[in-house]
């Protein structure tokens, strides 16, 4: 069955730092196209990171060379790393394969990230 349980999220002030997980059951992370989004209050949920099996990651214009994505096949977790945080990264973060919608059946319960000035 499918699991996906994100942690790691927390309240920091501007430029501060940050590093989510998530576990995978289910999906082979080494395998699978896997993929970290955010929702902001009032937003809709946008991918942030995406890192293919094989070939580099990319990332949302507003997060390059902030964010880090990396995967540990060890345990089947894929992490964020989040360095100068800003006030508009405040949202809630989610992991999923690459290109989940709305309609993806298996959306995690979210970890929270709070950026106060």
């Known amino acids: 069955q499918v699991q996906l349980v994100e942690s790691g999220g927390g309240s920091v002030q501007t430029g501060g730092s940050l590093n989510l997980s998530c576990v995978v059951s289910?999906?082979?992370?080494?395998?699978?196209?896997m993929a970290w989004f955010r929702q902001a209050l009032g937003k809709e949920r946008e991918e942030v990171a995406r890192?293919?099996?094989?070939?580099?990651?990319t990332y949302e214009d507003s997060v390059k060379g902030r964010f880090t994505i990396s995967r540990y096949s060890a345990n089947n977790t894929l992490y964020l790393g989040m360095n100068s945080l800003k006030l508009g990264d405040t949202a809630m973060y989610y992991c999923?394969?690459?290109?989940?919608?709305?309609?993806?059946?298996?959306w995690g319960q979210g970890t929270q990230v709070t950026v106060s000035s």
């Open positions: 999923a394969p690459c290109n989940a919608g709305p309609k993806y059946k298996y």
């Open positions: 289910d999906y082979n992370v080494e395998f699978t196209c």
């Open positions: 890192l293919p099996p094989s070939g580099s990651a």
